[in-house]
């Protein structure tokens, strides 16, 4: 078998600086649009992406060729770059240091992936998965 392959499925969460809730209704599409374009110019599929306010949750396919932290500085350096520059020029916007990755199998991506398409409604309701909602990476 020439080459090599790999499936790799990760769950990205990262917040907004302070927490703070900087991804207004008025934001939120156009922000996520542009870090899916990110995602995919480095290779990766994202499989749901969604948050709240104060955060973000990211599943992804992930190749082998990239890096995870240049993938992270990437998607949240050029989103909130883009953010403060386009989408709300002149007013705050920044994320948070840090960030919270798991693995999950293609057996577990239908649960996963709908869970982060449900955010608002899990928050709404308190039927969050903790396990999925770690925040504070410190």
Not at 26 to 35: D, T, V
Not at 85 to 111: C, H, I, N, Q, T
């Amino acid at each position: 078998m020439a080459g090599h392959y790999s499936e790799v499925f990760l769950h990205f969460v990262w917040t907004t600086h302070g927490r703070q809730p900087l991804i207004t209704p008025a934001i939120e599409r156009s922000l996520f649009r542009y870090m899916t374009g990110i995602c995919s110019n480095l290779k990766c599929q994202v499989l749901a992406l969604n948050g709240m306010p104060d955060h973000v949750h990211l599943a992804v396919t992930f190749p082998s060729t990239v890096a995870m932290e240049d993938f992270v500085q990437a998607v949240k350096g050029g989103s909130s770059t883009f953010t403060r520059e386009k989408l709300v020029p002149g007013e705050f916007f920044g994320w948070r240091d840090g960030y919270y990755v798991s693995s999950f199998g293609r057996g577990d991506s239908g649960a996963v992936t709908a869970y982060i398409r449900n955010q608002k409604q899990h928050h709404a309701d308190g039927t969050l998965w903790p396990e999925l909602e770690r925040l504070d990476p410190d």
